[in-house]
């Protein structure tokens, strides 16, 4: 099992619609989860951060976090063809000296 | 506020080549970190540094080297390059271990 699993897709998802990532980590002591958004051909950059249980909004995304069950998700709302890009989930591993591992990405592709 | 800066953006070397990537943060971070990313995967950490003075491998450290001098460089040393460190390299930052990191621009590196 991978420490941290993406599908990699590609997600492709109407204008205006809700997509939905899901992200799910080995190690049960994981602390701190991150959601990054990587643009064909650039750097990730940081859209949302989570460490408690539970659902965390910031404009049209939404994480959600459930560490009984060790999955991340993100959703983004109405959705638009500006956020078609790879989402990078990252969590801070104990187990990996209190680095970020990487998941492989999900591309999304949103449709007009 | 630059943030991380990379150079160069781009470089073609042969087998056997040496060369050195720079990177620069003037966020007063004390960790930074140096990833490769291969065509349609996750990033994988190279190496990483906690603090002037004091670095340490990541998950593929063979083939690199680094250095960090001052709290705002850590360059990443590539010593007889192969064909197998074709890759974009980006560096990144982090204020704490296991925090958000803001990542450079990247470098494009393609060995011939």
């Known amino acids: 099992q991978k420490e941290v699993e993406q599908n990699s897709g590609p997600l492709s998802v109407p204008e205006g619609a809700i997509a939905s990532l899901n992200c799910t980590y080995s190690d049960r002591v994981s602390q701190s989860f991150f959601w990054y958004r990587q643009y064909s051909g650039k750097s990730p950059e940081l859209i949302m951060s989570?460490?408690?249980?539970g659902d965390k909004e910031d404009g049209r995304f939404t994480a959600q976090l459930n560490k009984a069950s060790q999955y991340v998700s993100l959703l983004i709302r109405d959705s638009q063809p500006s956020d078609s890009a790879t989402y990078l989930c990252?969590?801070?591993?104990?187990?990996?000296?209190?680095?970020?591992?990487f998941g492989g990405g999900t591309r999304v592709l949103v449709k007009p | 506020n630059a943030g991380v800066t990379q150079t160069p953006k781009f470089r073609i070397l042969k087998i056997g080549q040496s060369m050195t990537l720079q990177c620069t943060q003037d966020m007063n971070h004390n960790y930074m970190y140096w990833y490769r990313q291969d065509p349609g995967m996750g990033l994988k950490l190279i190496y990483y540094?906690?603090?002037?003075?004091?670095?340490d491998k990541g998950e593929v450290p063979n083939g690199y080297n680094v250095s960090r001098s001052t709290t705002e460089d850590f360059p990443l040393r590539l010593e007889l390059a192969a064909p197998s460190q074709t890759s974009v390299y980006f560096c990144?930052?982090?204020?704490?271990?296991?925090?958000?990191?803001?990542f450079g621009p990247g470098t494009r590196l393609t060995v011939l």
């Open positions: 540094s906690v603090g002037a003075g004091i670095t």
């Open positions: 989570i460490y408690s249980n």
């Open positions: 990252a969590v801070n591993r104990r187990a990996a000296g209190n680095k970020l591992t």
């Open positions: 990144a930052s982090s204020y704490g271990g296991g925090g958000e990191q803001f």
